[in-house]
């Protein structure tokens, strides 16, 4: 059959091949329905969008995958060689190729439009006025978060004032600084209220990743990048570092506490402010 003339015949390793192939499609299909192993619960407004597009994404290329291991599968089955073939080539099909490629060119424009839209409505989108800004600093092998306290300013920092007891270089005689707030590994927001985060790092590059609110923005040396998001569903999550930043990376976490009330997040701002003092 290798040369197109003949009925080929069905082998042993070629139905041993396809068996393998079609154990392969429904194992796939099983853990893309059932959703076995999957993201962590979701707890961010525009999260939403973020597994939309990742699962338009995943039928496409689920689609495609189940189709050619499938037509792959069938035709090692079907028309084994019989020994003595030659194999024949066609140099190409214009039809087929034009289909392929205009098709292909269409759904990856979509899904890249689709992409697009959610990362501007990020990134490029306005953060509500009512938004809590919190300045995240990553550290080998920390998270520090930083308050502005009830003013709303934030204190001046230094760097020539970091200690062991101040990861931040946060300057106490700043007026500013007075009702500032400084907590290690420990990030409290309120829930359905906008936070605005600003990642910063004092050391390597590291990557600020909720992996329950969707987000993960890199923290990069002498640079404040800006990122916000709502969250939507009250708990204690994940901060972790994406970024492979050094030795100690494993242990480079932290909890997000989204507390349940306005009132429980600002009595906890309070307990913290009275340890400083």
């Known amino acids: 059959m290798a040369d197109g003339n003949g009925n080929g015949r069905i082998t042993v390793s070629g139905l041993l091949f ?162 500032d707030i400084w907590v290690l590994g420990e990030m409290h927001v309120p829930v359905n209220r906008p936070v605005k985060v600003r990642i910063r790092s004092k050391d390597v590059i590291n990557s600020f990743f909720l992996p329950n609110l969707r987000v993960k923005q890199d923290a990069v040396p002498g640079m404040s990048i800006e990122v916000w998001f709502t969250p939507d569903k009250a708990g204690e999550y994940e901060i972790a570092c994406a970024e492979l930043c050094g030795l100690g990376h494993y242990k480079m976490k932290g909890s997000l506490v989204v507390d349940k009330s306005e009132a429980d997040f600002e009595k906890w701002l309070q307990d913290k402010l009275a340890e400083q003092q």
């Open 18 to 179: 396809g068996a393998t192939i079609l154990a392969l499609i429904i194992a796939s299909l099983y853990l893309f329905i059932a959703k076995p192993f999957w993201f962590p619960t979701l707890a961010s407004v525009h999260g939403k969008d973020i597994d939309s597009v990742f699962g338009a994404v995943l039928v496409v290329t689920g689609i495609a995958f189940v189709i050619v291991q499938g037509m792959l599968g069938f035709f090692v089955v079907r028309y084994g060689e019989q020994g003595s073939e030659r194999a024949s080539y066609w140099h190409d099909n214009p039809k087929a190729e034009a289909f392929l490629l205009i098709g292909t060119a269409v759904i990856l424009t979509v899904l890249v439009f689709m992409g697009q839209k959610v990362w501007a409505d990020i990134y490029f989108s306005k953060v509500p006025d009512n938004a809590l800004v919190i300045q995240v600093t990553g550290e080998q092998f920390q998270w520090n978060f930083h308050y502005a306290g009830k003013d709303g300013v934030f204190g001046r920092t230094d760097n020539a004032l970091i200690t062991g007891d101040n990861n931040i270089g946060l300057d106490r005689s700043d007026p500013a600084a007075k009702d």
